[in-house]
């Protein structure tokens, strides 16, 4: 089939990957802009805009889809499906309506559960126990599109969003290979969306990435987890009687009481209900490390107050 493929992040690659080695004709990708990076504020190419140009592949990178010219270009394309995984952009309807068969979008939820920017993340906040990945027909809504293919897995205890990332990255892949497989044979059948059970998983703001160890154990657990590795979860602790920011990248949910925040041996704090021991974490301006080694550093002892 004549595909257009659709992302940004180093999410899509192996959608893409797949598709190409599948025998599909990508004729076109479409990602967001270069934008300025680093010191020294030098315009970086998007990982798809990388991955398309390594293919051989025409990337576009329209600021917006909502204007005449954009769509004429991409009607011009003649696609049998465009596939669309983390691009970006809104699509409006005429983008929606030029491939012969419509636009198929990769998303990371269970829908009609954590429709929206961040599903993996809100999903382990949430502690679900459960997520997924899902092949569906896009519309003008947003995520409410018909389901093609499903898959569940499962969110371990301690699993934090950028290791969900990567499991369901690949399996998303593979689900979109079989999707395209079976639309190409006329076998793929599309299920609307109930409306029960829907859930908005909203951007990740910065205003809510600070830890709140009045909230019980769990909460902070999961969302610890759910923000690790980025945006990051982050306290603050006096090191030579200044504040210094600390990332927690892993945590476990440990035993103890204290007044909630305080230090317990071990880099074990102290919440509302029970207690949360950190793994992993990273200072500011420093590398991450483990417990112990950043205990040694610091000279953080119990009775501190975070």
Not at 214 to 221: D, F, G, L, Q, R
Not at 241 to 258: D, E, N, Q
Not at 267 to 287: D, F, H, M, N, P
Request: with cysteine.
């Amino acid at each position: 089939m004549r595909v257009i493929f659709m992302g940004t992040p180093d999410f899509s690659i192996p959608t893409l990957t797949e598709i190409v080695s599948s025998g599909h004709e990508v004729v076109a990708v479409y990602t967001r802009a270069p934008k300025p990076a680093g010191r020294g504020q030098v315009e970086r190419k998007s990982p798809i805009h990388e991955a398309a140009e390594n293919f051989g592949i025409p990337v576009f990178t329209p600021r917006s889809l909502k204007g005449e010219a954009e769509q004429i270009v991409f009607a011009r394309h003649a696609a049998d499906v465009a596939v669309v995984v983390a691009y970006g952009l809104l699509l409006p309807k005429p983008i929606l309506e030029a491939p012969r068969l419509g636009c198929l979008n990769l998303h990371g939820s269970l829908l009609p559960r954590w429709r929206g920017a961040a599903p993996m993340q809100r999903a382990i906040m949430a502690g679900d126990a459960r997520t997924g990945v899902m092949v569906m027909q896009m519309d003008e809504g947003l995520d409410t599109g018909a389901i093609g293919l499903g898959e569940e897995m499962p969110i371990g205890p301690d699993m934090t969003a950028g290791e969900l990332h990567d499991v369901m990255m690949r399996t998303g892949a593979d689900l979109m290979g079989r999707a395209l497989a079976a639309l190409d044979r006329g076998s793929l059948t599309f299920t609307p969306q109930p409306e029960t059970g829907a859930l908005y998983a909203k951007k990740l703001e910065k205003a809510e990435t600070r830890i709140d160890w009045s909230k019980p154990a769990a909460e902070v657990h999961n969302h610890i987890r759910g923000l690790s590795p980025f945006p990051g979860a982050w306290f603050e602790i006096a090191l030579a009687g200044k504040p210094v920011r600390i990332k927690a990248l892993r945590s476990a949910l440990a035993t103890g009481s204290a007044a909630p925040g305080a230090l317990l041996p071990g880099l074990t704090i102290a919440c509302a209900t029970g207690a949360v021991r950190l793994i992993t974490v990273q200072r500011e301006g420093k590398s991450a490390m483990d417990a112990a080694t950043f205990l040694r550093g610091a000279g953080v002892l119990p009775d501190k107050v975070l």
